[in-house]
């Protein structure tokens, strides 16, 4: 069932806030909500943002078992830097998905592959939330380009806060030089958008993810 954000924020429009600020009224109207974190610079940016407001806040990942090493390394670094620990979600171990259901399923059938490794985890990590924060931004892609700042997740039945919804790459790598945050490397190499290693090449907005296929999401965000 559709909901309206004017339900959390009455008439501010939610357009007009800052990132900082919509962060301030998921922490405000959402009384179990978390970032949900996948090692990109967005999630370098938010995480900093969301520990400054709430030092005790939830994030979580969802590991697949193939993300890059980088995309681990930069785990523990935020780890150790804020002294936090990421809630963990992931899916059945390499060895029992090739069991059931044969080798390299991310060649054969990459939406089964992220169904049970990215769909099937978040479904868990989001159970009894109130609404959770994510680093969509909308010149990412175009199917993400009406991305709300806050708004009613239809898909997982919750609410959704994208601060950065309305930032750019430059807005974002401003925001990480000021503030001299760990950033994956992986970016410095040409990889715009980060994911499992199988599924990751470089390139521009979100052109290096499936690339050869016609796939573009994994059912996450959109
Ligand atoms: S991005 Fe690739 S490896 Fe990762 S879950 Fe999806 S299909 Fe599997």
Redesign the pocket.
Known sequence: MERDVTELLGTTDVELLSAGEVIDAALEHLPSVALACSFQKEESVLVDMLLEREPKARIFTLD?H?LFPESYELWRDLERRYGIRLEVYEGPSLGRQAATHGEA??ERN??L??S???LAPLAAALQGLDGWITGVRRDQAPSRASTPKLGWDDRHELWKASPLADWSDDDVWAYLRERELPVNPLHARGYASI??????APGTGRDG??TGSSKTE?GLHA
């Not at 994911?195 to 990751?200: A, E, R, V």
Request: hydrophobic share 25%; net charge positive; aromatic share 10%.
């Open positions: 697949t193939v399923l991310w990459p939406d592959c992220c049970i490794r990215k994911g499992c290693t199988h599924c990751t993810r499936w994994c």
